[in-house]
């Protein structure tokens, strides 16, 4: 099999690490099957079972095989914990954590038969949980227990790892600036300051860890979660 034959879904594209993930994946051979929230040939609303189920079979009807699974996708809102709608909590979770495991479970079969991969996208935040965002940390503190999990239920045939990324430049930053009433180059700039390396990351930087996950390069790994981070959870 060529490169250039290995199938790769990337949920969450049209976000700024999920198009990182794209290019990346693509430079390296894979052909990508972008996802979004949106309308279009691969929208789905992941936090619905059948949605996601639909997506995948979408995935092989049109490329015949699935690779890996990059479930990228995300929502995320800010509220404190008193005040957080509970809907909307249950939206963040349902869409993070369960649109993962919708994902993970309608791909595993194909995953199994290519001896494939699945690569969750988690969240410093997973790890060290934060304030006025326990729907966020909560969903991906889940990702990594749903990585592990499914690292030894479906090994040996399909490797899971997760990645819990510290700050990214990315378009979300701007809930965090809004939450915090800060502009955005002031929430960049107090991000960099509690960062050892005394920058944030780039998507690209981000999408390059995936990149080896999925690679041969990486191929004894499974079970694990990356802390691409800038050493941030170092300092904590």
Do not use: C
């Not at 490797?159 to 378009?171: E, F, S």
Request: aromatic letters at 6%; hydrophobic letters at 45%.
């Amino acid at each position: 099999m060529s490169g250039r034959d290995r199938v790769a879904l990337v949920t969450g594209a049209a976000g700024g690490l999920g198009r990182a993930l794209v290019a990346a994946l693509g430079d390296a051979g894979w052909v990508v099957v972008g996802a979004t929230h949106s309308d279009g040939p691969y929208g789905a609303d992941l936090s619905r079972a059948d949605e996601a189920r639909d997506l995948v079979a979408r995935v092989i009807a049109g490329r015949g095989r699935l690779d890996l699974l990059v479930a990228n996708h995300a929502a995320m809102t800010m509220a404190p914990v008193f005040e957080h709608p509970v809907d909307d909590w249950w939206r963040v979770v349902d869409t993070n954590l369960g649109g993962s495991f919708h994902l993970a479970r309608a791909a595993a079969p194909h995953l199994r038969e290519a001896a494939g991969a699945i690569v969750f996208i988690s969240s410093e935040w997973g790890i060290t949980g934060w304030p006025r965002a326990s729907a966020y940390a909560s969903s991906k503190a889940g990702l990594i227990g749903l990585t592990k999990a499914l690292a030894r239920e479906l090994a040996p045939r399909v490797r899971v790892n997760a990645l819990a990324p510290g700050i990214i430049n990315t378009p979300q930053l701007g809930v965090d600036a809004q939450d915090a009433g800060l502009t955005l180059g002031e929430m960049k700039g107090r991000y960099e300051e509690a960062t050892p390396l005394n920058r944030i990351a780039s998507p690209e930087e981000i999408a390059a860890t995936v990149v080896f996950l999925a690679s041969q390069a990486g191929s004894f790994y499974t079970g694990q979660v990356l802390q691409p981070n800038g050493g941030a959870t170092m300092a904590s």
